[in-house]
């Protein structure tokens, strides 16, 4: 269970990262590639820059692994049995379209475990945290906050995440077999958050992603009530492999629904 003041000191980090962000996102800015064309902005540096020095200086034992850090040999990071995992722009194509769909993911990892994580949206103000254990939150701008659940049992017609810049066949399958569903397009690690709240209840996603991409959005669907899982029924694990690179799975408010008959394997 994480400590009161670490919880706090931490979304203050994700408050400051946010503002950040904004302050490159209401300007002009440059867009450049990274080697698998992936887009990084001065907002994503900054946010990772601003995220890195905050928990440096929070937790000092405890190592932080960022989207935008440099190559770690899995001989160290393997070594780390706590750590931050952290995607400071997560959404970054919803950024530079300008239609506030981004986020700030901070997660706390151990042995593995995502056991609490938070997310940010700059835009709205919004913030969502929790974890397995001890419940999930929605936080306002002005500070209001109340716990959330998932939709459970969810009923017909179900609702499904799509996401708004990345589309695989497999998915589009997968949906398709779920029968009568209402779609709903969202960017970033916003959709682990609406599935949190109730407001979706199935993200399928068989396409590429990065740990940074999943871990604080399972940690607060699964202290929501949720769960993250591949395509064989395993809840996600983290810092476990030579690569950062996500196989598939599907996010589900329900647990109880019956994903496996659509087609995950």
């Not at 995220?51 to 932080?64: C, Y």
């Not at 002005?142 to 066949?169: F, K, M, W, Y």
């Not at 604080?216 to 690569?243: I, K, M």
Request: hydrophobic share 40%.
């Amino acid at each position: 269970m994480i400590e009161p003041a670490l919880r706090e000191g931490v979304i203050r980090i994700a408050h400051q990262a946010a503002a950040e962000i904004l302050t490159v996102y209401e300007d002009a800015f440059d867009i450049v590639h990274k080697d698998d064309r992936s887009p990084v902005t001065a907002a994503d540096l900054a946010a990772h820059r601003c995220i890195v020095d905050g928990l440096a200086r929070l937790t000092p034992a405890i190592p932080v692994l960022s989207e935008e850090s440099s190559e770690l040999e899995i001989a160290e990071r393997c070594q780390w049995s706590r750590l931050w995992l952290v995607d400071p722009l997560d959404g970054t194509r919803e950024f530079i379209k300008r239609n506030g769909e981004f986020t700030v993911n901070i997660a706390l990892i151990e042995s593995g475990i995502a056991t609490w994580g938070v997310i940010q949206a700059p835009v709205t103000g919004v913030l969502w945290h929790g974890g397995a254990g001890v419940g999930a939150f929605r936080r306002e701008r002005a500070g209001r906050e109340r716990a959330i659940h998932v939709r459970a049992p969810a009923t017909a017609p179900l609702r499904v995440a799509a996401s708004r810049s990345h589309h695989d066949q497999r998915s589009t399958d997968f949906i398709a077999r779920m029968g009568h569903t209402q779609p709903l397009g969202m960017g970033s690690s916003l959709k682990f958050c609406l599935l949190a709240e109730g407001e979706l209840d199935v993200y399928p996603r068989f396409g590429p992603t990065s740990e940074w991409d999943t871990a604080a959005g399972q940690a607060v669907l699964e202290g929501a009530g949720g769960g993250l899982y591949d395509p064989q029924g395993r809840p996600f694990r983290y810092n476990q492999r030579t690569s950062l690179l996500n196989g598939g799975f599907v996010a589900l408010g329900d647990t109880a629904l019956p994903w496996r008959d659509w087609g995950a394997a």
